[in-house]
Antibody
Framework: EVQLVESGGGLVQPGRSLKLSCAAS????????MAWVRQAPKKGLEWVAT????????YYPDSVKGRFTISRDNAKSSLYLQMNSLKSEDTATYYC?????????????WGQGVMVTVSS | DIQMTQTPSSMPASLGERVTISCRAS??????LNWYQQKPDGTIKPLIY???NLQSGVPSRFSGSGSGTDYSLTISSLEPEDFAMYYC?????????FGSGTKLEIK
């Protein structure tokens, strides 16, 4: 059974940093692109970052580029999101998601999410 | 960025009813369109990928169609577990973008 379990969320002050983790199990982690998607309170979904299987390629929207860094450790089946220079608008639930490229790219498994609150 | 406009934003419906949710892209996306369901507890699962392909395990009452800029998700006969939020998502170009969501509510 595929499982994605996020951790590392919490309350952080504006301008500070936080690192999220996602522990994956039930599949060969190194074979899949992985991503982070977030959802601000009472809002819709927003793609945050994607990383290739080896970690050599990363992709971000402009809203987080230069502040967030996605990374992975295939030996530990773990995905990470380093968030720096946090802003109040980064307050959201952050979901770890697996990307399936076998047929056509889509997020085929999602974690339960971890809450990040940016506030003084 | 490609903007995805979902309509309606909320939809009251009855058990057994047929419903259709629409998603319009700000430019053509070549059928690169996925649909997701989010339950009140936050659980998200895929329903449809590449416009009309049913995700494994998803009931056949769900279907997707469309082309160009206009896409839709249809539920042929609503079951109790279908009352949830629905999001479309395009992956024709970066950044990947989602629609603002449709809340399917019990009438």
């Amino acid at each position: 059974e595929v499982q994605l379990v996020e951790s590392g969320g919490g309350l952080v002050q504006p301008g500070r940093s936080l690192k999220l983790s996602c522990a994956a199990s039930g599949f060969t982690f190194s074979n899949y692109y992985m991503a982070w998607v977030r959802q601000a309170p009472k809002k819709g979904l927003e793609w945050v970052a994607t990383i290739s299987t080896s970690g050599s390629r990363t992709y971000y929207p402009d809203s987080v580029k230069g502040r967030f860094t996605i990374s992975r450790d295939n030996a530990k089946s773990s995905l990470y999101l380093q968030m720096n220079s946090l802003k109040s608008e980064d307050t959201a639930t952050y979901y770890c998601a697996r990307e399936d490229y076998s047929a056509s790219p889509y997020f085929d498994y999602w974690g339960q999410g971890v809450m990040v609150t940016v506030s003084s | 960025d490609i903007q995805m406009t979902q309509t309606p934003s909320s939809m009251p419906a009855s058990l057994g009813e047929r419903v259709t949710i629409s998603c319009r892209a700000s430019q053509g996306i070549s059928n690169y369109l996925n649909w997701y369901q989010q339950k009140p507890d936050g659980t998200i699962k895929p329903l449809i990928y590449y416009t009309s392909n049913l995700q494994s395990g998803v009931p056949s009452r769900f279907s997707g169609s469309g082309s160009g800029t206009d896409y839709s998700l249809t539920i042929s006969s609503l079951e109790p577990e279908d009352f949830a939020m629905y999001y479309c998502q395009q992956y024709d170009s970066s950044p990947l973008t989602f629609g603002s969501g449709t809340k399917l509510e019990i009438k």
